[in-house]
């Protein structure tokens, strides 16, 4: 007689994770402010006010123009040091990109407290019109009237 093949038993559910500790889901938010911690440290030691530290702005040395990154440094001196006024002076831009990137790193840190991807996703207006305000810094810095803006 022909047995029949018994069908294949139906295969389980894969086991459930446990959740990562939470030191392991910290560890990489914390890596990157040990990082960001260091440079700054870096740059509130070593005065970017003082020649020969650093390498100059290339436009800046071939054009003479501020480009929107120009004082970045000295801004991240200022903020180092606690003197937030030299800091906008030096680049306004450059202290609210920085207060942007501790918000940003600050919700990563709850998300993945949490166990939560951080997942930022933008679309291409925004850099576009980060571009846009790059641009403008840039221009507005560059003119008689924007001097306030100069490093």
Same mark, same amino acid.
């Given at each position: 007689?022909?047995?029949?093949?018994?069908?294949?038993?139906?295969?389980?559910?894969?086991?459930?994770t446990?959740?990562?500790? *939470?030191?392991?889901r $910290? $560890? /990489? #938010? &914390?890596? @990157? $402010?040990?990082? %960001?911690?260091?440079?700054f440290?870096? %740059?509130?030691? %070593?005065?970017?006010?003082? #020649?020969?530290?650093?390498?100059?702005? #290339?436009?800046?040395? &071939?054009?003479?123009?501020?480009?929107?990154?120009?004082?970045?440094?000295?801004?991240?001196?200022?903020?180092? @040091?606690?003197d *937030?006024?030299?800091?906008?002076?030096?680049?306004?831009? !450059? %202290?609210?990109?920085?207060? =942007?990137?501790?918000? $940003? +790193? !600050?919700? +990563?840190?709850v998300?993945?407290?949490r166990? &939560?991807?951080?997942? =930022? /996703?933008?679309?291409?207006?925004? +850099? +576009?019109?980060?571009? !846009?305000? !790059?641009?403008?810094?840039?221009?507005?810095?560059? &003119?008689?009237?924007?001097?306030?803006?100069?490093?």
């Amino acid at each position: 007689m022909d047995a029949k093949p018994s069908p294949a038993p139906a295969p389980s559910p894969p086991p459930a994770t446990a959740p990562a500790p *939470l030191a392991r889901r $910290l $560890l /990489t #938010p &914390l890596v @990157t $402010l040990a990082g %960001v911690a260091a440079a700054f440290t870096y %740059v509130g030691t %070593v005065d970017p006010n003082e #020649p020969g530290h650093y390498p100059a702005c #290339p436009l800046l040395q &071939l054009t003479g123009i501020y480009c929107p990154g120009c004082g970045g440094l000295r801004s991240a001196h200022g903020v180092a @040091t606690g003197d *937030l006024a030299g800091a906008f002076g030096a680049n306004a831009m !450059a %202290v609210v990109g920085y207060a =942007i990137c501790a918000a $940003l +790193w !600050a919700v +990563w840190v709850v998300r993945s407290a949490r166990g &939560l991807p951080m997942r =930022i /996703t933008v679309k291409p207006v925004f +850099w +576009w019109s980060l571009g !846009a305000v !790059a641009a403008i810094f840039s221009i507005v810095r560059n &003119l008689p009237f924007g001097s306030a803006l100069a490093p």
